[in-house]
Nanobody, 120 residues
Framework: VQLQASGGGLVQAGGSLRLSCTDSRRTFTNNAVGWFRQALGQEREFVAA????????NYADSVKGRFTISRDNTKSTVYLQMNNLKPEDTAVYYC??????????????WGQGTQVTVSS
């Protein structure tokens, strides 16, 4: 598994972005995948996760109703659609793959981050 996150950028509050997490080795189709974020000076926090089939998801309370995680295993890609963005969503976003097919708290493989900046 080798993950590459992309899609970050600068957006105004209320706007939308879609992040992508692609496995260049095309091997994570059997792995649960999660998105995390880390704001400057803060600890990394969980954002969302999806199981291997894409039929089970989990979200942090702070993003429920605004963010949607999905995956396309034919493209070895997991997406994070972020709507109604707020300045407090500003952070570096990371994707990670678990060794398990179901959603878990442990992630083995991490991609590099992509910066999301939301202006007020």
């Amino acid at each position: 598994v080798q993950l590459q996150a992309s899609g970050g950028g600068l957006v105004q509050a209320g706007g939308s972005l879609r992040l992508s997490c692609t496995d260049s080795r095309r091997t994570f189709t059997n792995n649960a995948v999660g998105w995390f974020r880390q704001a400057l000076g803060q600890e990394r926090e969980f954002v969302a996760a999806i199981n291997w089939r894409g039929d089970s998801t989990n979200y942090a309370d702070s993003v429920k109703g605004r963010f949607t995680i999905s995956r396309d295993n034919t493209k070895s890609t997991v997406y994070l659609q972020m709507n109604n963005l707020k300045p407090e969503d500003t952070a570096v976003y990371y994707c990670a793959a678990s060794l398990r097919a179901s959603i878990s708290e442990n992630y083995r493989y991490w991609g590099q981050g992509t910066q999301v900046t939301v202006s007020s």
